[in-house]
Antibody, heavy 117, light 110 residues
Framework: EVQLVQSGAEVKKPGESLKISCKGS????????IGWVRQMPGKGLEWMGI????????RYSPSFQGQVTISADKSISTAYLQWSSLKASDTAMYYC??????????WGQGTLVTVSS | QSVLTQPPSVSGAPGQRVTISCTGS?????????VHWYQQLPGTAPKLLIY???NRPSGVPDRFSGSKSGTSASLAITGLQAEDEADYYC??????????FGGGTKLTVL
């Protein structure tokens, strides 16, 4: 059974750094891209970027380029999303998603990130 | 403003048919990229509903169907049920923005 299990909810202060994770299981982790999707409170889905764990090729949506870093450790089948300096506007639910071609067929359960002073 | 445009809301009575549109441009849907649809029930992660414009994953009822024409796509839901009340998102690829979602449509079952 394919599963994407994300790390737990986080509460951080503005300016702090953060790295959240997404562990894949039940499939060949290096054979499918992993993407990250942001959903701000009461808002829609936004693509942040994707990574191909096999070769670490990473592509960012223009809105998120330079704002976050996406990485993966194929030895432990885990993808990451990190911030070096959080802002209040980063408060959102973040989903990881496994791609098949150009669509997502599996989603993580989501990680809620709250940034507040 | 999303690259793909969806109506913010649609509604219908149980048993009725509703459609949700997804309008793009020549850099995404009109360029031949496929459209996919996701259903997001309240408080849950999205779920794939339609892929490749009109294909249903295993387990998705045939009450859900998708189509694409020109720079637009549509999701149709027939025999509306209370459990269909959710947010629906279209998704495609854009030559400038990479992967893109529509703004989402909230379906209310009256």
């Amino acid at each position: 059974e394919v599963q994407l299990v994300q790390s737990g909810a986080e509460v951080k202060k503005p300016g702090e750094s953060l790295k959240i994770s997404c562990k894949g299981s039940g499939y060949s982790f290096t054979s499918y891209w992993i993407g990250w999707v942001r959903q701000m409170p009461g808002k829609g889905l936004e693509w942040m970027g994707i990574i191909y764990p096999g070769d670490s090729d990473t592509r960012y949506s223009p809105s998120f380029q330079g704002q976050v870093t996406i990485s993966a450790d194929k030895s432990i089948s885990t993808a990451y999303l990190q911030w070096s300096s959080l802002k209040a506007s980063d408060t959102a639910m973040y989903y990881c998603a496994r791609g098949h071609g150009d669509y997502v067929n599996y989603w993580g359960q989501g990680t809620l990130v709250t940034v507040s002073s | 403003q999303s690259v793909l445009t969806q109506p913010p809301s649609v509604s219908g009575a149980p048993g009725q048919r509703v459609t949700i549109s997804c309008t793009g441009s020549s850099s995404n849907i009109g360029a031949g990229y496929d459209v996919h649809w996701y259903q997001q029930l309240p408080g849950t992660a999205p779920k794939l509903l339609i892929y490749g414009n009109s294909n249903r994953p295993s387990g998705v009822p045939d009450r859900f169907s998708g189509s694409k024409s020109g720079t637009s796509a549509s999701l149709a839901i027939t025999g509306l049920q209370a459990e269909d009340e959710a947010d629906y998102y279209c998704q495609s690829y854009d030559s400038s923005f990479n992967w893109v979602f529509g703004g989402g449509t909230k379906l209310t079952v009256l």
